[in-house]
C-alpha cells in the first residue's frame, strides 16, 4: 500500500487492589482443552511446540508451520473497513490484508482491535472479518481476532467465534469501566483463555481502560503460568514493569504503541503490534530489521524518521481516523469511522499526508 498510498496521496499503575502477598494466586480450575498443548508448552524463542492431538490439532499444525512466535513479529492493527454507507466492506478487507501481509511489511494482522474499531462492530462483523481475512491470507500471516469486553462471557463468546471463523490467536485487554480488582482481572482473562485453544495475547493499556487497571508484574507473572497465554501487547509506558516480566516469565513482548517500538525491542521485546503499520509496514518492520541486524544507529535513524509520523497518527487523534483519512486521500478501501469517531477535518489530513510523504522518503 505504501507505494499506491503514497501515489494516491501525491495526487491528492495505579497497581489496583487484587489479592495481597499473602493470598496465592489459583488459576481456575479447568477441564483440559481437548488437543491444547500440555501446560507448560511456550512458543518463546527456542522453545519447542509441542502437537496435540484432538480438535485442537488443525490450530497447532498451522501454527507449527509459521516460524517464530504464534503472533507473528510485526502486526498490523488493521482498520476495519466501511463502504460510504457504514456498512462493513468485507471486499475491502480482504484487499487490504492482502497488502499489508504480501506487500505492506507485515507477517500479522490483528482484527477488532481499537484501531480496527472494535467497540462500534457488532459480534457478527467481528466474526465475519476474521473469517474473510483468513481466507484470503491463508496460512501467509497470523491473524490475531481482539476479543476484548468488559462481560467475561462476552469476551468467551466472542473467543470461540473467532475461533471456529480461523483466528490463529486472541487479543484479550483487561477488563475496563467497572474497575476490576486485579484478581478479577486475572480470572477474566484466564477465563477467556480457558474458552479455546488458541494462544492468548493479554493487551495492556492503562490509559485507555482506566486508573487501576494496569496489569501488575504479579499478575503478569501468574497468568504466565496459564497454557495458553503466550505474549503481552505492551502498552503500559512502565519498562520497569517490561523487563521485570520479561525476564522472569516465558512471555513473548510486543510494543503497542509505535514510538516504543525500538525501545521495547532492546530490552527484549519480539515485535509490535503497529497501526502506523497499516500505511508504512516496511519502514515499521525495518527499524527492528535493522536492530537486529545489529546495526543499532541505523535502527536508531530509522526509528527517528518514523517519530513524526507516529506523533501526526497517534497524538491527536485514535488511530482509526488516521489511518482512514489518509486511506480516503489515495482513494482506497476504509471508508468512513464510526460515530462517535469524527472522521479528520482538511487541515488534519495534509498534516498526516504530509508527515507520511517525509517519513517515507527518509
Ligand atoms: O488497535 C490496536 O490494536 C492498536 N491500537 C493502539 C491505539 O489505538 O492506540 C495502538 C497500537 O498500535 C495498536
Known amino acids: 500500500m505504501t507505494a499506491e498510498l503514497t501515489d494516491g496521496i501525491e495526487a491528492g499503575t495505579a497497581d489496583g487492589g487484587g489479592p495481597g502477598p499473602d493470598e496465592p494466586f489459583e488459576p481456575p480450575e479447568r477441564a483440559p482443552v481437548p488437543g491444547a498443548a500440555p501446560p507448560g508448552t511456550r512458543l518463546g524463542p527456542g522453545r519447542p511446540l509441542t502437537e496435540p492431538v484432538g480438535p485442537a490439532a488443525s490450530v497447532w499444525a498451522r501454527l507449527a508451520r509459521m516460524p517464530d512466535s504464534p503472533f507473528g513479529r510485526v502486526a498490523a492493527a488493521m482498520i476495519t473497513p466501511f463502504d460510504s454507507s457504514g456498512a462493513l466492506d468485507l471486499p475491502g478487507a480482504r484487499r487490504l490484508a492482502a497488502h499489508l501481509v504480501d506487500r505492506g511489511g507485515c507477517d500479522a494482522l490483528v482484527l477488532s482491535g481499537t484501531t480496527g ?9 467481528k466474526t465475519a472479518l476474521v473469517r474473510a481475512v483468513t481466507e484470503e491470507v491463508g496460512d ?22 473467532a475461533e471456529e471463523a480461523g483466528a490463529h ?3 484479550v485487554v483487561t477488563p475496563y469501566y467497572s474497575r476490576p480488582t486485579q484478581e478479577a482481572i486475572a480470572r477474566h482473562l484466564a477465563t477467556v483463555a480457558d474458552a479455546t485453544a488458541l494462544p492468548v495475547m493479554l493487551y495492556d493499556i492503562p490509559a485507555r481502560t482506566g486508573a487501576g487497571t494496569a496489569l501488575t508484574a504479579r499478575t503478569l507473572t501468574r497468568l504466565a503460568e496459564h497454557p495458553r497465554i503466550r505474549a503481552v501487547k505492551d502498552c503500559a509506558y512502565d519498562l520497569m514493569k517490561t523487563a521485570k516480566v520479561l525476564g522472569s516469565t516465558g512471555l513473548v513482548y510486543y510494543s503497542g504503541c509505535d514510538e516504543m517500538n525500538l525501545p521495547l525491542r532492546a530490552i527484549g521485546a519480539h515485535g509490535c503490534v503497529s497501526t502506523v503499520a497499516n500505511v508504512a509496514g516496511p519502514a515499521v518492520r525495518g527499524v527492528l530489521d535493522a536492530f537486529d541486524a545489529g546495526d543499532h544507529t ?20 485514535p488511530g482509526a481516523v488516521s489511518v482512514k483519512a489518509l486511506f480516503a486521500a489515495a482513494g482506497l478501501p476504509g471508508g468512513p469511522v464510526r460515530p462517535p469517531l469524527l472522521a479528520a477535518d482538511e487541515e488534519l489530513t495534509a498534516r498526516l499526508a504530509d508527515a507520511l510523504r517525509k517519513t517515507l522518503s527518509s
Open 169 to 171: 490467536g486472541l487479543l
Open 298 to 317: 541505523e535502527a536508531a535513524r530509522r526509528h527517528q524518521a518514523l517519530v513524526p509520523l507516529v506523533d501526526a497518527m497517534m497524538s491527536q487523534v
Open 117 to 125: 474499531e472494535s467497540p462500534t462492530t457488532s459480534d457478527d462483523e
Open 140 to 161: 501467509r500471516a497470523r491473524i490475531v481476532a481482539g476479543v476484548g469486553s468488559g462481560d467475561t462471557r462476552h469476551s468467551a463468546e466472542l473467543a470461540r467465534a
